[in-house]
Structures are given as C-alpha cells and as structure tokens.
C-alpha cells in the first residue's frame, strides 16, 4: 500500500480536525495511508468526541480565559495541545489489524522513532485497559500500548473507526503543560501522569527533530513516503473545507 507524509505548519483547532477527517475520508476512498504531523496556534483544548464536556468541564471559566476550544472526531479525553507535535494516521481499515492491534502498531512505530532521539522509553503494559469516560484527563493515565517513561505518559492518542478506515491521531508531549486540564475541571481532578518528551531526555526537543526521527523510521517500515500530488492535494483542502463548519459550531463542541 502506498503511504503519503504531510508535514504541516501551525494551524487553528477546527482546520487541524477538518485535515485530520478529510485524510480519513480520502484514506477510505483510495485505499492510501497517511501519516500527518502538526502544531496548533493558538494553543487548543481538545475533548473526545463522546466526552461529556459540559458536564466535566467549566465552560464559563474557558470562555473567561479565552481559550480555544474544539471538538475531535475520534474518542478519547480531554487534551491541551500546547508545546507539542501531533501526529495522525489514517489508512484504510485492517491495514494494521483490530483496533487494539492498530493502536500498538502504530505506537510501536512513534517508540522506534523517540528511542532514535535517546529517550528511556517503552509501551505501556497491554493488560492496562481503557481508561473511562469519566477517569480524568487522557493524560491522566496510560491504556496499554502507549508510549510511556519512567516519568510518566509521554504520548496520547484516540481513534475512530469509520467507512472502511481508520483515524488514529495524538499528542507526542515535548513539553508538560497538561495541568492545564486540571484547572478548568469540575469536581475532583485525578493526578496528571503525562512526561514531556524533554523531561525524559533531559534537553529541550523541538517539533523538526521529532518529525525528521519520524520521517526515518516510517521509511525504514514502508520504504520511501511520497509527497501529495497536486490531485490529492485539492482533494483535500476541499474535503477539510467541507469538515470546518462542524468543528468550529459551538452545538458540536458542547454537544455533549
């Protein structure tokens, strides 16, 4: 199967989800995979689609504070992506098998690119399961399979099966700015387990380090990743065109 790698820039919540569900869109209709990495501006939270949100979260203390604010279209918790590379693959389903079996592939993938780096770094235990709706933050605790240190939870992903194919998408931490979760939580708020990325190699790590690591381990699985063509390329922008209303309504963000 042929995979393409998209390198983005900074972008806005709602255009980053709009991408992400326009790539599993195409990856259902072409049966090709994709492998995307992007940061945020401004910084996001994120929930899970199936995330309680008004309940959980202080909605008037987000406005107050002024930030933004989306809805993903995979599962999952609660994330603040700041000071971070987020990467997204989607491909046609049963490219890696099961969705338990594609979330430890792909995260096998993200170890082998990081331990590139010099990072103490494993997956966490596969017995530990899913975490509930209702147990914090994603960063509040690993599930088996992701990425984890002595320090903590390092990377957080969710994903959502759809039409033939596969969306897995999540946060490498190169900074810990997690706590922020915490503060705009109601109630009681679970203990944070998330490790940046710098913390564990005990230097500061910038997003191109960690894409070029990535860029080399993808090929050295899949051979050569090739660049979008100017087809696909429109495909694209017009099919995260048509996703952005969705992401950026507030009846979908709060829907829940």
């Known amino acids: 199967m042929r995979w393409h ?4 820039g900074p972008a806005d919540a709602a255009t980053n989800m709009s991408r992400d569900a326009a790539l599993l869109d195409l990856a259902a209709e072409r049966g090709v995979g994709f492998v995307r990495t ?5 910084f996001a939270l994120s929930f899970g689609a199936n995330e309680p949100a008004e309940k959980r979260y202080d909605r008037a203390l987000i406005e107050s504070r002024g930030l933004a604010v989306v809805r993903r279209p995979t599962g999952g918790r609660a994330v603040w992506h700041a000071e971070e590379l987020t990467y997204a693959v989607a491909c ?6 099961s969705l338990t079996q594609s979330y430890h592939a792909i995260h096998t993938l993200l170890l082998a690119a990081l331990q590139s780096l010099g990072g103490d ?9 899913p975490s509930g709706l209702d147990a914090g933050a ?4 690993p599930v088996g399979g992701e990425v984890v240190s002595a320090l903590g939870k ?6 959502l099966r759809e039409r033939g194919a596969l969306l897995q998408h999540g946060s490498i931490l190169l900074d810990n700015r997690q706590e922020l979760v915490g503060e705009i939580t109601r109630g009681n708020v679970p203990a944070s387990s998330a490790a940046a990325l710098s ?3 005990g230097r500061p790590i910038r997003p191109g380090q960690v894409v070029g690591a990535l860029t080399a381990t993808l090929e050295a699985k899949f051979g050569r990743l090739a660049p979008l063509d100017a087809e696909l390329r429109t495909e694209l922008e017009e099919r995260a065109a ?8 507030p009846a979908w963000t709060w829907r829940r």
């Open 38 to 42: 992007y940061t945020w501006a401004p």
């Open 121 to 129: 770094l494993a997956l966490a235990d596969a017995e530990i399961g």
């Open 199 to 201: 913390q564990v190699l």
């Open 242 to 249: 048509a996703h952005h209303p969705r992401f950026v309504d």
């Open 92 to 97: 046609p389903d049963g490219t890696f098998g």
């Open 5 to 8: 790698f998209i390198s983005d």
């Open 138 to 141: 994603c960063f509040a605790a």
């Open 154 to 159: 390092v990377v957080g992903s969710a994903q």
